[in-house]
Nanobody
């Protein structure tokens, strides 16, 4: 069973940037699509951004132009770069994975990380 570990959360002012990392334990990490979900206080968890096994990204509209996702399969790592952060981006951010396609990880991830907190102050 793959373990996913997030890092990089913290406190930032609006307009600032943060970089989140997700490291997977599987040697076949490059077969997995990896997504970031987030859950704000009092709200349901939402899918935010994903990168497929072959490196194709997909985004929710609210983060387009601000968030980017990339992967380094040699390091079993997916990076979420968040720029121009807004208070409404405040949430616990979770890394999740499923084989191959972003549609799979959006629908029912096979693996989850435990999350990292991002707080954006106004």
């Amino acid at each position: 069973e793959m373990q996913l570990e997030e890092s990089g959360g913290g406190l930032v002012q609006a307009g600032g940037s943060l970089r989140l990392s997700c490291v997977g334990s599987e040697v076949t990490f490059d077969d997995y699509a990896v997504a970031w979900f987030r859950q704000a206080p009092g709200k349901e968890r939402e899918w935010v951004i994903c990168i497929s096994d072959d490196g194709i990204p997909s985004y929710v509209d609210s983060v387009k132009g601000r968030f980017t996702i990339s992967r380094d399969n040699a390091k079993n790592t997916v990076v979420l770069q968040m720029n121009n952060l807004k208070p409404e981006d405040t949430a616990v951010y979770y890394c999740a994975a499923a084989l191959y396609h972003c549609a799979a990880v959006a629908g029912r991830p096979d693996y989850w990380g435990i999350g990292t907190l991002v707080t954006v102050t106004s």
